[in-house]
């Protein structure tokens, strides 16, 4: 009686133990989960092989491979062993590692050990090598990996990754012609359908894109929100703003509530190139975010921001910038960016100047950029003492000057007469790694020439000329 309730009391405790193995793996708790099997291999009780594949998926979520490595080789050595899901899991772990060469030896250590690969280890590896554009070696694994039974059984998902992979790798004729295959053996389903979307609207075929999103409802499958974020992608990318804007009226049509994705893409269609017409509908996609609680990340304030300040919307520009404060987004320094510049274009320096203060102030460092555009500045007004104070306060923050930087340089210096400098400056551009184009070579020459002197002139002209043959070269 005592051996069995012994027995009993034995089982109850391997199960806890199990079970609490488990629990800690899916809290990421890898330390503790390891601790507590080795204690339960000192004792004589080996968790079964269920446990370990959750160990192993932590482990390799993770990319703690080397860990995950260890354990597979314990389960070899004193069990439990391996089954075609430990496998899969660690070939996707080096998979996603973007170690290919590991992720297809592990398949020969599971063929060696007597484990078919299924269907879930092809998909994982012929995803792997579509990611680096290997479409021939795909479907070699398919008949390598696949008896001859399962090659002649289409399925939809290992289609579907291949499909994919041929049209980001821009074979389209390759993509449709597994299309073609596809829709005549197997029922495609709605994820088919958004891939082969998506590759239209790559190839800029947008009329083929709406062409097949209409089979797409003939047969019975509603697009989805990806399927229309991926002809709002489309329509903003060839410049077909109001067809964009008349998807985001369909979407709410039909029920399906735009997202985070809709409105960013949208917003950015609509600030790249637009108007003063396409900001203020890229504003109003704005305030429907806020309203939905959707707060904007600083990326799609900043592009409304830069699009205001482009068009010399100063009051627009820094309306926005009040809006996204009282929203609880801290401005960046790409946002001050976007002022600095609308300011600097509208021609107010001393104001663009102080937002460099404000910046500096709220804990914003400025970058490259920042310092450019106020050199510039600078140098438009002729401000040499200015633009030199910045050029060094930019050399004191640890930025190295860019081409931009010495050519406004350059520019100052030759507008007030100070060829000397110019020359020194662009003694310095020469010497550095920097990759000079024909504008700083022009500015000089046209100096020269201004002050008759054509043998200067000249020389400068032979440098542009023989830096251009090297270029060409």
């Known amino acids: 009686m005592k051996e069995g309730l012994a027995g009993y009391v034995m089982d109850v405790n391997y199960a806890q133990q199990v079970d609490i193995i488990r629990d800690l793996c899916l809290g990421g708790k890898m330390g503790a989960a390891i601790r507590l099997r080795r204690k339960m291999v000192e004792k004589g009780f080996i968790p079964d092989v269920i446990t370990h594949n959750y160990m192993v998926n932590e482990l390799c979520k993770t990319g703690n491979l080397e860990k995950a490595d260890s354990l597979v080789r314990e389960m070899l050595e004193i069990g439990p062993s391996p089954n075609c899901a430990t496998y899969n899991t660690f070939i996707n772990g080096y998979c996603l590692m973007n170690n290919l060469d590991k992720a297809l030896l592990i398949v020969s250590t599971m063929t ?12 994982i590896l012929v995803h792997a090598v579509c990611k680096r554009g290997l479409i021939e070696v795909a479907k070699k694994l398919l008949v390598d990996i696949l008896d001859d039974d399962e090659k002649e059984r289409s399925d939809l998902v290992t289609s579907t990754i291949l499909m994919d992979g041929c049209i980001k790798n821009g074979d389209m004729v390759q993509a449709l012609g597994i299309w073609d295959s596809i829709s005549r053996n197997t029922q495609v389903d709605a994820i088919t359908y958004n891939v082969l979307i998506h590759g239209f609207c790559l190839a800029q075929e947008i009329t083929l894109a ?38 985001h009226d369909v979407m709410l049509r039909m029920g399906i509530s735009p997202d985070r994705v809709s409105y960013k893409v949208l917003i950015q269609g609509l600030c790249i190139q637009g108007d003063q017409g396409d900001l203020s509908m890229a504003t109003k996609y704005l305030h429907i975010m806020i309203e939905k609680s959707m707060v904007p990340e600083p ?32 401005p960046n320094v790409f946002t001050y960016n976007a002022l600095i510049h609308a300011q600097v274009k509208a021609g107010n320096m001393v104001d663009a100047y ?4 404000n910046m500096l102030s709220h804990g914003v ?19 040499i003492r200015t633009a030199i104070y910045l050029y060094n306060e930019m050399l004191r923050m640890g930025y190295e000057p860019d081409t931009i930087t ?3 340089l350059i520019r100052v210096h030759c507008k007030s007469g100070n060829v000397a400098g110019a020359e020194e400056i662009f003694a310095k551009l020469q010497s550095s790694d920097l990759t000079i184009d024909h504008v700083p070579f022009q500015i000089l020459f046209k100096k020269y020439c201004s002050i008759g002197d054509t043998d200067r002139a000249f020389e400068i002209y032979q440098k542009w000329l023989s830096r251009e043959r090297r270029v060409s070269d």
Do not use: H
């Not at 709406?210 to 019975?220: F, I, P, Q, T, W």
């Open 406 to 408: 010495y050519t406004e």
């Open 365 to 383: 460092i400025p970058d490259i950029i920042s310092y450019n555009l106020l050199i510039g500045a600078a140098c438009n007004e002729v401000q």
């Open 210 to 247: 709406y062409g097949y999103s209409c089979d797409m409802l003939k047969r019975g499958f509603l697009p989805d929100v990806f399927t229309y974020n991926t002809l709002l992608s489309g329509l903003c990318k060839a410049g077909k703003l109001q067809e964009a804007c008349y998807i």
């Open 299 to 330: 990326i799609v304030w900043n592009l409304i921001i830069n699009g205001y300040g482009r068009c010399g919307d100063l009051d627009n520009a820094f309306s926005v910038r009040d809006k996204m404060l009282s929203c609880g987004v801290l």
């Open 354 to 357: 102080s937002l460099k203060k």
């Open 112 to 123: 060696n050990s007597g484990i078919r690969p299924n269907r879930v280890t092809l998909n």
